[in-house]
């Protein structure tokens, strides 16, 4: 009897993984989720289950890379943006826009990053926080002190703006039960994506520029 294990057919069309990772990424947008079935992953996809595990390791890994795939792109962003020549208003301005954006896109984001930080080992919560989190958080800080240093922004601690930033942006995309409930509409469009955006911008650095 051979025991050879024998391997997985991988006769799946260019960008397999990246179609996996989009798919799962529509799964959890459209449902307001943060998990999916690997049945759904595959005819929604229409690649076979099996590749996960080629790819991936297993749902836990397409989880991780994910979070990954989204959590890179946001942190090449703010870099990319931190390192532009702008005023600190400008800056932070175009920052609370982009995030908007962020979770518009991608609503899971946040409450996938805190259970994968949860449910990881150690290591790997320490490589998501080194990876991701503290990246951002040295962001704001020098975002803020920057705009602190010349005059822009009211002196206030650049953790507690990131947290009511995010927090912000965050909920409103992940609370598609009260909008069902209370407003009657659970779509997130484009539309109601631009009001808030706007609305956002307004009402958080109304509470930051230093009075003028």
Known sequence: MNSTAQPIDTDAPAGARDLLLQTASDIMREGDIVDISLS???LRSGLNSALVKYYFGNKAG???ALLDRDMDGIVHEVDALMAKDMP????????IGAVVDT???TPYLNRLLMRLVRESDPDEAHRIADSYLTPLSRAYD???QDGVKQGVFRNLDPQLFYFTTTGACDRFFSSRLVLKH???TETLTEELRDRYREHCIDFIMAGILASR
Do not use: A, G, N
Request: net charge positive; hydrophobic share 30%.
């Open 142 to 144: 020098k975002l803020i």
């Open 103 to 105: 979770y518009f896109k």
């Open 40 to 42: 759904e992953l595959s």
């Open 182 to 184: 209370c407003y009657d």
């Open 62 to 64: 397409l989880m991780k």
């Open 88 to 95: 600190p208003e400008t800056r932070l301005r175009r920052h």
